[in-house]
């Protein structure tokens, strides 16, 4: 009887070994408790991170397990010590005893609370939390540890060739983590993607993964953990807005496809930035350029449909033939334009059958027309669009309008 008793216990014992974990991403306390979105954007956790009394900047990081949040802001809190502005803090809440803990600034950055703290990721085990730093201006990756539930005191420098200098300026942007053992990084000089070898806090010298020449890469980079596809936030000029998130599959070969420009109410006339996915791959976060710069989150249920999108495209990718027009024309479009919110003023030329724009004294640039009265210039991200009947000229620049007059 004792043998039989033993052997049921053993048997037990086994059986609950291997039983699955309870996963904290699935239950109600998940996400602040909040009721996950659907297939329409939704603004995350209000009052808790996006709240009217901040501004959200860079990617959120939720931990693997879920249990920990964090990102960064700016703040009046802390401003600069010049006075000439405020400063991006690190924020975070971690779920303990079954309540969520109040947002506050992360204890590991209190030497640096005048100089700036933002773009947290976790690593895949959730051992790492990577984010940057500015001191003063210079932007460059450190990471904690965590041991025994706690993180350590002291930021590690990542070091090189990870954190790099180009010129006078350090400006080095958070990696995001993959199961095969790479990391991958925006590189802000090069409008590129730079592939890391990664092992415990150890980067190898990267390879450069382009994005599309009709793309102009902006940055943070999300990179899904299986490599096949990623999101950035770029732009075009069949795009919503000035910046709009982006997603590139991989096809059978490995194969990068064409990119395709969000739609499903993602991107607005607003600009969409700093995409990330979160560890269950069940939603994903993007910051949006509100009144106070709001982090929203969206079912990824509609992701798979891009698939086919990006990879048949890339068969057959759209070739840009810009509109030819006669030098007669251009007349119409040619002057001086001002508006009371730039300072300096845009002349409007022509060079036999091509457009030129200059701005102040600087030299003056080709824009290239693409429906009437429409002209787009790729570099400088600028959509011009003239309405020659009331002398008015619309420039986008960035995610700003203005409404120009002829003298």
């Known amino acids: 009887m004792k043998k039989v008793l033993f052997i049921t216990l053993i048997v037990l014992f086994s ?14 306390d998940a996400y602040f ?10 603004v995350f956790a209000p009052g808790i991170v996006s709240d009217t009394t901040w501004a959200e900047h860079c990617q959120i990081a939720i931990s693997p397990n879920g249990d920990e949040i964090y990102w960064s802001v700016y703040t009046s809190e802390y401003p600069k010590i010049d006075g000439t502005g405020n400063t991006e803090q690190l924020y975070h809440s971690k779920l303990e005893n079954g309540v969520w803990t109040k947002p506050k600034i992360s204890d590991f950055t209190s030497d640096n609370k005048y100089g700036g703290n933002g773009g947290p990721v976790f690593s895949l085990d959730g051992k790492k939390l990577f984010f940057y730093q500015r001191k003063p201006r210079d932007k460059y990756m450190y990471y904690v540890e965590k041991k025994n539930g706690q993180w350590s005191s002291e930021p590690i420098s990542i070091g090189e060739p990870y954190n790099t200098k180009t010129g006078n300026t350090a400006t080095n942007w958070t990696p995001v983590f993959t199961k095969k053992g790479y990391a991958y990084k925006y590189h802000q000089q090069k409008r590129v993607i730079l592939k890391y070898k990664y092992d415990e806090a150890q980067f190898s010298q990267p390879d450069t993964m382009r994005v599309h020449e009709d793309f102009r890469l902006s940055f943070n980079v999300y990179v899904a953990p299986d490599e096949s596809y990623y999101i950035f936030s770029g732009y075009n000029y069949k795009g919503f807005g000035d910046l709009d998130l982006c997603i590139c599959f991989k096809d059978s070969n490995g194969n990068w496809g064409y990119p395709i420009i969000m739609r499903d109410d993602v991107n607005t006339k607003s600009r969409e930035r700093f995409p990330v996915v979160s560890p269950d791959g069940k939603y994903l976060f993007f910051m949006r350029h509100t009144e106070t710069q709001d982090i929203f989150w969206q079912s990824t249920k509609m992701l798979d449909k891009y698939k086919k999108e990006s990879i048949e495209t890339m068969k057959n990718p759209p070739v840009f033939n810009a509109i030819i027009l006669k030098s007669d024309e251009l007349d119409k479009y040619l002057g001086v334009y001002s508006c009371p919110e730039l300072t300096r003023k845009i002349n409007i030329s022509k060079q036999d059958n091509i457009l030129k724009a200059q701005i102040a004294d600087r030299t003056p640039f080709t824009i290239e027309c693409y429906d009437k009265n429409k002209f787009k210039y790729d570099w400088r991200m600028l959509k011009i669009e003239f309405i020659p009947d009331e002398n008015k000229m619309l420039l986008q620049a960035g995610s700003s309008i203005y409404e120009m007059i002829k003298q």
């Open 33 to 42: 408790g909040l009721t996950p979105p659907r297939l329409i954007p939704e």
């Open 15 to 28: 059986y609950s070994c291997i039983q699955p974990k309870n996963d904290f991403r699935k239950s109600k």
